[in-house]
């Protein structure tokens, strides 16, 4: 079965700081993706990066990039310079390919930015 | 390209109604998730479909839900009777099964039942 931890219920940051959202999965399958979904007061679910599981390279969007360790199982997400409106929950996520398909989330860290 | 289209956006009601929530998927897509987030259970997985069919609803709280998804194009979530401890924000997700592509989800729909 697929898990994914985020031990950080809650994480503040000052504007154009940088901050790191932790996440650690559990899956048993060889071929997967991660993912970082944002959810601002709108409630809406937004993609903010993503990562396949067979890539060594961190995935890089913009101010926001990943450090994926694969022996580790984990896949934290950090935000450079951040902005005010990146307030948000942050939901780390894994998807396997093939099979079921499911996307599996994490319980979410709420990120607050100071101006 | 419209996105995912959840009805109603609320939906205040009392114990022991039925309610009925809605999801039209992107065109093309042939997967199609129910999710419920609550702040003590985060996003959970309630059921989802591949071409129309359930594939796994093992996520789905108990007899009082139920899922259907007639045709490719729409699905509903159904909880009767419905009860205080379902209020939540229920989303609707889509995408391509089988290829890399991303989830997308529709705007939820938050149940309050009192």
């Known amino acids: 079965a697929q898990t994914v931890t985020q031990s950080q219920p809650e994480m503040s940051v000052q504007e154009a700081e940088t901050v790191t959202l932790s996440c650690t999965y559990d899956t048993s399958e060889s071929d997967y993706y991660l993912f970082w979904y944002k959810q601002p007061p709108s409630r809406q679910m937004i993609l903010v990066i993503r990562?396949?599981?067979?890539?060594?390279q961190n995935a890089t969007e913009n101010r926001f990039s990943v450090n994926f360790q694969k022996a580790a199982k984990s896949f934290s997400l950090k935000i450079s310079d951040s902005q005010l409106g990146d307030a948000a929950m942050y939901f780390c996520?894994?998807?396997?390919?093939?099979?079921?398909?499911?996307?599996?989330f994490g319980k979410g860290t709420k990120l607050t930015v100071n101006p | 390209d419209a996105g995912v289209i959840q009805s109603p956006r609320h939906e205040v009601t009392e114990m022991g109604q039925e309610v009925t929530l809605r999801c039209k998927p992107i065109s093309g897509h042939n997967s199609l998730f129910w999710y419920r987030q609550t702040m003590m259970r985060g996003l959970e997985l309630l059921i989802y479909f591949n071409n129309n069919v359930p594939i796994d609803d093992s996520g789905m709280p108990e007899d009082r839900f139920s899922a259907k998804m007639p045709n490719a194009s729409f699905s509903t979530l159904k909880i009767q009777p419905s009860e205080p401890r379902d209020s939540a924000v229920y989303f609707c997700a889509s995408r391509v099964y089988g290829v890399d592509s991303p989830l997308h989800f529709g705007n939820g729909t938050r149940l309050t039942v009192t």
């Open positions: 996520a894994s998807r396997t390919q093939g099979g079921s398909e499911k996307l599996v």
């Open positions: 990562q396949e599981a067979y890539k060594q």
